[in-house]
């Protein structure tokens, strides 16, 4: 006999945090350490935020301390699945972030903004 299947279980956002802007854009904002340690947690964190469906996304690096390729790979991914289902997506970096980017070749896929409005900006169609 089959029974009802009760509310999703979420995994939590752990250290990171959740925003979202009055388009319904989601904005994760990552905290700490994103390396191989970490990039399953976050995995299973953005699978989350992909089932929302929202309008774009937006991951904003600058809290985070360090970003090793096994996190660049998670944050790849998201931006490969949200943007498979047509939602737009951006990503926000310092400085020291985008060297990283230009030196591992993702800074003209991830097409990085350096403040979190530019990237919500550049989510919207034009008009």
């Known amino acids: 006999?089959?029974?009802?299947?009760?509310?999703?279980?979420?995994?939590?956002?752990?250290?990171?945090?959740?925003?979202?802007?009055?388009?319904?854009?989601?904005?994760?904002?990552?905290?700490?350490?994103?390396?191989?340690?970490?990039?399953?947690?976050?995995?299973?964190?953005?699978?989350?935020?992909?089932?929302?469906?929202?309008?774009?996304?937006?991951?904003?690096?600058?809290?985070?301390s360090f970003i090793d390729s096994a996190g660049l790979n998670v944050v790849l991914r998201l931006r490969r699945r949200v943007t498979g289902t047509g939602s737009g997506f951006a990503l926000v970096c310092d400085t020291a972030q985008l060297r990283l980017l230009r030196a591992n070749g993702t800074a003209d896929v991830l097409n990085p903004s350096a403040t979190l409005a530019e990237a919500v900006a550049g989510l919207l169609p034009p008009p």
């Open 1 to 64: 006999m089959l029974k009802p299947v009760g509310a999703a279980s979420w995994p939590p956002a752990g250290e990171h945090a959740l925003l979202c802007t009055e388009t319904g854009a989601l904005v994760a904002e990552l905290h700490g350490d994103i390396d191989l340690a970490t990039a399953a947690h976050l995995s299973l964190w953005f699978d989350s935020l992909a089932a929302v469906a929202a309008p774009g996304y937006v991951v904003d690096l600058r809290p985070a």
